[in-house]
């Protein structure tokens, strides 16, 4: 094997790594700044430049923290468990392309970790589907009744939404045939981005992502006025800190994967001659999906939890199905679409 | 030795201590989790015989959906979930000698295969294995009758586990 290539991979994984991390630490102040301001409120402004260091401050404050572990925990799983949450937060984006190939000190390097999966999707459903053990395991490690509650509560609500969320993923492979996520994007060059094609699937993606993630109107797991904290009730420090790294990670990468997915990916004018504009294009549209759900957390109110588990099996999972269905009838109908 | 052989050998010792870990260890969700660990073990050997499918299906099948049905219904029974009495029994030693000897004949009879040592023929890159698998399973001159047969039993068991829960009622 060639070590040129070796090089070449651990590089572009460090470099993934990394955005990731920035992205986690200004993700978390663009959400207290916008949050702020549709609340008419400043938001965080004190440390340097209009804020801009808080998040760094963040970081020290809780890496200087005492960590407290509960006397009756199980000690290992305690501290596997935020370990087992970020990791595939931070491996899930590897097959996707952030941009074509570009060529570098007379390289030509694609800008995706691990280029080009027939089974991407399939590794996308994957990685999600293990996401649950981390905060399973936080809640069971903890020997606490609300971080138990917490757990199974958010195991329940990502197994159901899961169904869902991988019935919308079919709309994209059914119009691109294929399950590789280039071909998902390249085809969407050929024949225009899929949310047109897939008005439904696009919407039920994004409910779908959001109650996987955790986030308001789903944020169920860790509803403070009845459980406290939820499943990282028990947790201080960098540990806590690795469970909110998790969640906010997680928000970039649904983004990506919606724009993707439905919105393109990291295609847009232009980005034939100049490969470099790829990221750019893409980083613009991660930007407003993820602005778009931080509103969707200032506006709306928490789901009750009974009507949580019935919305995502009576109505999500039947439209989901539909929407596979209208997909295959729309392919068979008008073959000429399909390019 | 390649880096292939390093690696399965690595995978394989993983996989075989965590599944003895399994039936060893005292604590049901840690028991839980040692089986996690073997299950991933056997989906990076697909990867290693270029199966990504079969690895894949592995991971979302019986890593996200089997085994975290056994975790949660061991969380909903917390007082089971540490086993007070030893893991084992007076009959271990003859398991013990029935795996050796298990093991020890099919290594003999597979070494006595003329094809044990060959290698691997590199995969055709322009066929598409993912897309020959799905017309496989829908061709009647292949396996469509199997694959309508196994979703004939799943939709049985789905009804019947409807059946089953609308009783309690």
């Keep these: 094997m060639e070590y040129g290539l070796i090089l070449e991979w651990i590089i572009k994984a460090v470099l993934m790594l990394l955005i990731l991390l920035i992205g986690f630490a200004y993700t978390t102040y663009l959400e207290r700044k916008v949050l702020a301001r549709m609340q008419v409120r400043y938001g965080p402004n004190r440390a340097g430049p209009k804020g801009l260091l808080q998040p760094v401050a963040d970081g020290v404050k809780l890496i200087f923290k005492e960590e ?272 | 030795m390649t880096f292939i052989q390093l690696f399965f050998i690595f995978a394989a010792a993983a996989t075989l201590g965590a599944a003895l870990l399994v039936v060893t260890s005292r604590n049901l969700i840690h028991a839980a989790l040692w089986l996690i660990v073997s299950l991933f073990g056997v989906a990076v050997f697909y990867v290693i015989l270029n199966a990504g499918f079969l690895a894949m299906v592995q991971v979302v099948v019986y890593i996200g959906a089997i085994a975290i049905l056994m975790i949660f219904a061991i969380m909903l029974t917390r007082k089971v979930s540490q086993v007070p009495k030893p893991v084992f029994n007076s009959n271990w030693i003859w398991a013990l000698l029935i795996a050796v000897v298990m093991f020890g004949s099919m290594t003999w009879i597979l070494n006595m295969w003329p094809q044990f040592e060959a290698i691997p023929p590199a995969l055709d890159p322009s066929i598409d294995p993912l897309r020959q698998l799905g017309v496989a399973l829908v061709s009647p001159e292949a396996y469509v009758l199997p694959f309508e047969l196994a979703s004939l039993l799943l939709l049985a068991a789905l009804i019947g586990a409807i059946v089953v829960a609308w009783e309690s009622r």
Excluded: C
Aim: glycine share 8%; proline share 5%; aromatic share 14%.
């Design chain 1, 68 to 339: 407290l572990i509960p006397a009756k925990a199980d000690k290992l799983l305690f501290i596997l468990a935020p370990v087992i949450t970020v990791l595939p937060a931070l491996t899930i984006l590897a097959v996707v392309p952030f941009g074509g190939t570009v060529n570098l000190f007379g390289r030509e390097i694609t800008l995706s970790i691990a280029g080009d999966l027939n089974v991407g999707i399939l590794y996308l459903t994957a990685v999600t589907s293990i996401t649950v053990y981390g905060m399973v395991l936080a809640g069971w490690a903890s020997n606490n009744k609300y971080a138990m509650m917490g757990g199974i509560r958010a195991t329940a609500q990502v197994i159901s939404y899961e169904l869902a969320l991988g019935l919308a993923f079919i709309g994209p492979i059914l119009l691109a045939s294929s399950m590789s996520v280039n071909e998902i994007v390249n085809a969407q060059g050929r024949m225009g981005w899929f949310f047109i094609y897939q008005p439904i699937g696009f919407i039920i993606f994004l409910i779908a992502t959001l109650a996987e993630i955790n986030r308001v109107p789903f944020d169920m797991p860790e509803a403070e006025q009845e459980l406290v904290a939820g499943y990282h009730t028990e947790y201080s420090g960098m540990k806590f800190a690795l469970f909110m790294m998790t969640e906010y990670i997680k928000m970039i990468v649904v983004a990506v994967l919606a724009a993707t997915f439905f919105l393109g990916g990291y295609l847009g004018p232009f980005v034939d001659q100049v490969p470099w504009l790829g990221p750019v294009y893409l980083f613009i549209k991660v930007f407003i999906l993820v602005f778009g759900i931080i509103w969707v957390r200032a506006t709306w109110p928490r789901f009750r939890y009974d009507r949580l588990m019935a919305f995502g099996w009576k109505i999500m999972l039947p439209l989901a199905v539909l929407n596979v269905l209208l997909t295959g009838a729309f392919i068979i109908l008008f073959p000429g679409v399909i390019r």
